[in-house]
Protein backbone atom coordinates (compact mmCIF):
# COMPACT_ATOMS: atom_id res chain seq x y z
CA UNK A 1 0.00 0.00 0.00
CA UNK A 2 3.11 1.94 1.02
CA UNK A 3 3.48 5.06 -2.28
CA UNK A 4 0.08 4.33 -3.49
CA UNK A 5 -2.74 7.60 -4.30
CA UNK A 6 -5.06 7.90 -2.44
CA UNK A 7 -8.41 9.43 -4.05
CA UNK A 8 -10.19 11.99 -1.62
CA UNK A 9 -13.59 11.39 -1.50
CA UNK A 10 -16.27 13.74 0.28
CA UNK A 11 -18.31 11.23 2.63
CA UNK A 12 -21.13 11.44 5.26
CA UNK A 13 -20.02 9.28 7.93
CA UNK A 14 -22.85 7.08 9.31
CA UNK A 15 -23.57 3.79 11.50
CA UNK A 16 -23.07 1.56 8.85
CA UNK A 17 -19.48 3.10 8.54
CA UNK A 18 -18.33 1.64 11.66
CA UNK A 19 -18.07 -2.08 11.11
CA UNK A 20 -14.67 -2.78 12.85
CA UNK A 21 -16.10 -3.03 16.74
CA UNK A 22 -12.83 -1.21 17.14
CA UNK A 23 -12.30 2.89 17.15
CA UNK A 24 -8.82 2.37 15.70
CA UNK A 25 -9.70 -0.26 13.12
CA UNK A 26 -13.04 2.19 12.43
CA UNK A 27 -10.03 5.05 11.47
CA UNK A 28 -8.15 2.67 8.77
CA UNK A 29 -11.22 1.73 8.18
CA UNK A 30 -12.15 5.51 6.39
CA UNK A 31 -10.58 4.34 3.75
CA UNK A 32 -12.23 2.45 1.97
CA UNK A 33 -11.06 0.24 -1.68
CA UNK A 34 -7.56 -0.81 0.34
CA UNK A 35 -7.19 -3.86 -2.20
CA UNK A 36 -8.13 -2.00 -5.50
CA UNK A 37 -8.55 1.92 -5.60
CA UNK A 38 -8.28 3.58 -2.34
CA UNK A 39 -10.50 6.24 -1.74
CA UNK A 40 -9.79 8.34 1.54
CA UNK A 41 -12.96 10.03 3.28
CA UNK A 42 -10.62 12.17 5.48
CA UNK A 43 -10.07 15.02 3.19
CA UNK A 44 -9.39 17.54 5.98
CA UNK A 45 -8.79 18.23 9.73
CA UNK A 46 -12.39 19.54 9.94
CA UNK A 47 -13.30 16.09 8.37
CA UNK A 48 -11.14 14.02 11.42
CA UNK A 49 -12.95 16.23 13.84
CA UNK A 50 -16.15 14.78 12.65
CA UNK A 51 -15.48 11.51 12.82
CA UNK A 52 -13.50 11.43 15.73
CA UNK A 53 -16.75 12.74 17.29
CA UNK A 54 -19.86 10.90 15.80
CA UNK A 55 -17.10 7.60 16.77
CA UNK A 56 -16.71 8.81 20.23
CA UNK A 57 -13.28 9.57 20.20
CA UNK A 58 -13.58 13.03 21.21
CA UNK A 59 -17.09 14.67 23.09
CA UNK A 60 -19.09 17.55 21.16
CA UNK A 61 -17.33 20.13 23.93
CA UNK A 62 -13.41 18.50 22.77
CA UNK A 63 -14.88 18.35 19.18
CA UNK A 64 -15.68 22.32 18.87
CA UNK A 65 -12.32 23.42 20.56
CA UNK A 66 -10.26 21.22 17.99
CA UNK A 67 -11.74 22.85 15.32
CA UNK A 68 -11.18 26.45 17.09
CA UNK A 69 -7.73 25.72 16.96
CA UNK A 70 -7.74 24.54 13.72
CA UNK A 71 -9.22 27.45 12.50
CA UNK A 72 -6.60 29.46 14.44
CA UNK A 73 -3.65 27.73 13.14
CA UNK A 74 -4.11 26.19 9.91
CA UNK A 75 -0.99 24.96 8.96
CA UNK A 76 -0.78 22.96 11.94
CA UNK A 77 -4.03 21.69 11.36
CA UNK A 78 -2.63 20.12 8.24
CA UNK A 79 0.65 19.27 9.36
CA UNK A 80 -2.16 17.00 12.74
CA UNK A 81 -4.25 15.97 9.41
CA UNK A 82 -0.74 14.40 8.12
CA UNK A 83 0.57 12.88 11.28
CA UNK A 84 -3.16 11.15 11.44
CA UNK A 85 -2.75 9.56 8.01
CA UNK A 86 0.62 8.23 8.75
CA UNK A 87 -0.58 6.59 11.79
CA UNK A 88 -3.57 5.10 9.77
CA UNK A 89 -1.36 3.93 6.99
CA UNK A 90 1.07 2.28 9.29
CA UNK A 91 -1.57 0.75 11.25
CA UNK A 92 -2.87 -0.55 8.20
CA UNK A 93 0.48 -2.09 7.32
CA UNK A 94 0.33 -3.56 10.76
CA UNK A 95 -3.13 -5.30 10.11
CA UNK A 96 -2.32 -6.03 6.73
CA UNK A 97 0.99 -8.37 7.50
CA UNK A 98 -1.24 -9.83 10.60
CA UNK A 99 -3.92 -10.70 7.99
CA UNK A 100 -1.28 -12.40 5.66
CA UNK A 101 0.55 -13.86 7.87
CA UNK A 102 4.06 -11.69 7.15
CA UNK A 103 6.27 -10.03 8.99
CA UNK A 104 5.37 -6.33 9.90
CA UNK A 105 7.43 -3.28 8.26
CA UNK A 106 9.95 -1.56 10.91
CA UNK A 107 8.76 1.46 9.56
CA UNK A 108 4.63 0.70 10.52
CA UNK A 109 5.81 -0.11 13.94
CA UNK A 110 7.86 2.66 14.18
CA UNK A 111 5.10 4.92 13.24
CA UNK A 112 2.76 3.83 15.75
CA UNK A 113 5.34 3.85 19.00
CA UNK A 114 6.55 6.99 18.13
CA UNK A 115 2.62 8.35 18.63
CA UNK A 116 2.18 5.75 21.36
CA UNK A 117 5.28 7.54 23.24
CA UNK A 118 4.20 10.94 22.40
CA UNK A 119 0.72 10.08 23.97
CA UNK A 120 2.39 8.72 27.08
CA UNK A 121 4.52 11.68 27.56
CA UNK A 122 1.54 13.67 27.94
CA UNK A 123 -0.83 11.55 29.29
CA UNK A 124 -2.66 12.09 32.72
CA UNK A 125 -4.40 9.36 35.07
CA UNK A 126 -8.22 9.71 36.43
CA UNK A 127 -9.82 8.10 39.24
CA UNK A 128 -13.66 7.40 38.19
CA UNK A 129 -15.70 6.40 40.75
CA UNK A 130 -17.36 3.88 37.95
CA UNK A 131 -14.90 3.18 35.94
CA UNK A 132 -11.88 3.23 37.95
CA UNK A 133 -8.44 4.79 36.81
CA UNK A 134 -8.33 5.97 33.19
CA UNK A 135 -5.84 7.00 31.43
CA UNK A 136 -6.70 10.55 29.54
CA UNK A 137 -5.01 12.31 27.03
CA UNK A 138 -3.11 15.49 28.35
CA UNK A 139 -2.35 18.64 26.47
CA UNK A 140 -1.78 16.90 22.72
CA UNK A 141 -3.41 19.96 21.12
CA UNK A 142 -4.61 18.94 17.45
CA UNK A 143 -2.77 15.81 17.52
CA UNK A 144 -5.02 14.77 20.36
CA UNK A 145 -7.13 12.29 18.17
CA UNK A 146 -4.38 10.62 16.89
CA UNK A 147 -2.69 9.88 20.25
CA UNK A 148 -6.03 8.33 21.28
CA UNK A 149 -6.16 6.51 18.36
CA UNK A 150 -2.54 4.91 19.24
CA UNK A 151 -3.40 3.87 22.70
CA UNK A 152 -6.07 1.90 21.70
CA UNK A 153 -4.24 0.32 19.07
CA UNK A 154 -1.71 -0.69 21.03
CA UNK A 155 -4.05 -1.91 23.99
CA UNK A 156 -5.89 -4.44 21.55
CA UNK A 157 -2.80 -6.75 22.89
CA UNK A 158 -3.75 -10.27 21.92
CA UNK A 159 -6.92 -9.48 20.39
CA UNK A 160 -4.15 -8.01 17.49
CA UNK A 161 -3.87 -11.98 16.58
CA UNK A 162 -6.96 -13.13 17.64
CA UNK A 163 -8.49 -15.24 14.39
CA UNK A 164 -11.98 -12.83 15.26
CA UNK A 165 -9.83 -10.12 13.75
CA UNK A 166 -10.96 -10.24 10.15
CA UNK A 167 -10.44 -8.44 6.91
CA UNK A 168 -13.70 -8.18 4.14
CA UNK A 169 -13.65 -11.04 1.43
CA UNK A 170 -15.93 -8.20 -0.77
CA UNK A 171 -13.94 -7.05 -4.08
CA UNK A 172 -12.67 -3.19 -3.56
CA UNK A 173 -13.15 -3.10 0.45
CA UNK A 174 -10.54 -4.02 2.48
CA UNK A 175 -11.89 -2.89 5.52
CA UNK A 176 -10.82 -4.75 8.54
CA UNK A 177 -13.67 -5.86 11.51
CA UNK A 178 -13.88 -8.01 14.78
CA UNK A 179 -16.20 -10.97 14.05
CA UNK A 180 -18.50 -11.24 16.94
CA UNK A 181 -20.56 -13.72 16.02
CA UNK A 182 -21.12 -16.74 17.69
CA UNK A 183 -20.26 -19.04 15.05
CA UNK A 184 -17.64 -16.67 13.98
CA UNK A 185 -18.03 -16.74 10.08
CA UNK A 186 -18.95 -13.77 8.88
CA UNK A 187 -16.61 -12.63 5.73
CA UNK A 188 -17.73 -9.46 4.84
CA UNK A 189 -17.37 -5.73 6.80
CA UNK A 190 -21.09 -5.89 6.08
CA UNK A 191 -23.90 -8.39 4.42
CA UNK A 192 -25.63 -5.79 2.92
CA UNK A 193 -22.93 -4.15 0.82
CA UNK A 194 -19.93 -6.70 0.07
CA UNK A 195 -22.07 -9.87 1.05
CA UNK A 196 -24.87 -8.32 -1.30
CA UNK A 197 -22.32 -7.24 -3.96
CA UNK A 198 -20.41 -10.79 -3.55
CA UNK A 199 -23.85 -13.18 -4.00
CA UNK A 200 -24.53 -10.53 -7.13
CA UNK A 201 -21.59 -11.01 -8.64
CA UNK A 202 -21.70 -15.18 -8.05
CA UNK A 203 -25.77 -14.85 -9.45
CA UNK A 204 -24.25 -13.19 -12.59
CA UNK A 205 -21.25 -16.08 -13.10
CA UNK A 206 -23.67 -18.69 -13.09
CA UNK A 207 -26.35 -17.77 -15.44
CA UNK A 208 -23.74 -16.36 -17.75
CA UNK A 209 -22.14 -19.55 -17.72
Not at 42 to 61: H, K, M, N, Q, S
Not at 89 to 96: F, K, N, V
Not at 158 to 165: G, H, K, V
Amino acid sequence: MTGRHLLIEQHQFREGDFVGDHPAIDFVNTVTGWDAQPRDWIPDYAALVDWARIRGIVTEADAAHLQELANASPRAAVTALMKAKELRLAMHGLLTARADGTVPRTDDLAVVERMWRGFNSRCELAIDPLTGIQIRAGDTGLDVISMALTDTFVRLGEDFISPRLKRCAGVNCGWFFFDRSKPGRRRWCDMATCGNAAKYARHRKHHSA
